[in-house]
T-cell receptor
Framework: SAVISQKPSRDICQRGTSLTIQCQVD?????MFWYRQQPGQSLTLIAT?????????ESGFVIDKFPISRPNLTFSTLTVSNMSPEDSSIYLC????????????FGSGTRLTVV | GQQLNQSPQSMFIQEGEDVSMNCTSS?????WLWYKQDPGEGPVLLIA?????ELTSNGRLTAQFGITRKDSFLNISASIPSDVGIYFC??????????FGQGTRLTINP
């Protein structure tokens, strides 16, 4: 299965600032996704990162707050903009591997604390 | 949005005991996945189920895709300390969207 490198692994940020999270995959993948995991909670899909076009956002998430780039088939970034303490979460990159996207693989996540 | 109902939310067991957890939904899913998450890590895929009624094993883990396609269970036999963690079910909607359950936190007393 694909190996995902996600950076940074953790960060503490001041409110009002922005943080860009990077996701690098060791092979070309069609589907890349970004998830949020709030403290003690399950995973919620933020958006699907599409190569060569705008990301597709889920209900409750908007591009101005979570801009996403996907310049090629192995790399994507998620920016958390104008952060507030409510943005403190783990942000996870995921890729679909295999036919039909089965066997989704996750990165180790970025633990973000906003103070 | 769509949610999966996962139960129990937490389990406290003795080492060596068997574990059972399940997920239900009001919607049909094409695929059911079971993940385990350790502290500070992303979820790791344990078992993937692709067909209604399918029963699949991975070592001490066994999972089944419900015949109605609206539920799945995961069993762990003869639990060991490294089984500690949070287990998530996930259902695949359409071609690519994963919906996760709330998780089951497993604690094992040695």
């Amino acid at each position: 299965s694909a190996v995902i490198s996600q950076k940074p692994s953790r960060d503490i940020c001041q409110r009002g600032t922005s943080l860009t999270i990077q996701c690098q995959v060791d092979s070309q993948v069609t589907m890349m996704f970004w998830y949020r995991q709030q403290p003690g909670q399950s995973l919620t899909l933020i958006a699907t990162a599409n190569q060569g076009s705008e990301a597709t956002y889920e209900s409750g998430f908007v591009i101005d707050k979570f801009p996403i780039s996907r310049p090629n088939l192995t790399f994507s970034t998620l920016t958390v903009s104008n952060m507030s303490p409510e943005d403190s979460s783990i942000y996870l990159c995921s890729v679909g591997t295999g036919g039909g996207g089965y066997g989704y693989t996750f990165g180790s996540g970025t633990r973000l604390t906003v103070v | 949005g769509q949610q999966l109902n996962q139960s129990p939310q937490s389990m406290f067991i003795q080492e060596g005991e068997d574990v059972s957890m399940n997920c239900t939904s009001s919607s049909i899913f094409n695929t059911w996945l079971w993940y385990k998450q350790d502290p500070g890590e992303g979820p790791v895929l344990l078992i993937a189920l692709y067909k209604a009624g399918e029963l699949t094993s991975n070592g001490r883990l066994t999972a089944q895709f419900g015949i109605t396609r609206k539920d799945s269970f995961l069993n762990i036999s003869a639990s060991i300390p490294s089984d500690v963690g949070i287990y998530f079910c996930a259902g695949l909607q359409g071609a690519q969207k994963l919906v996760f359950g709330q998780g089951t936190r497993l604690t094992i007393n040695p």
